[in-house]
């Protein structure tokens, strides 16, 4: 691999997906977001853009 860096994308878990659709219980899960406000820095791909749309109304993109 190159020494280029890798783009990554922070999402934070803003609301519980405790009573929300399982898939995107699932979704969530699948973000590695477990907890209220934690934070995840992510790879930047079409997938994980993917599923951050599939949730959008649980997370928020941060800096």
Do not use: C, F, W
């Amino acid at each position: 691999m190159s020494n280029e860096q890798k783009k990554t994308v922070k999402v934070k878990l803003v609301r519980s997906p405790s009573r929300t659709v399982g898939g995107h219980r699932d979704t969530v899960l699948g973000l590695g977001l477990k907890r209220m406000n934690q934070v995840r820095e992510l790879e930047d791909t079409p997938a994980v853009r993917g599923m951050i749309t599939k949730v959008a109304y649980l997370v928020k993109v941060v800096d």
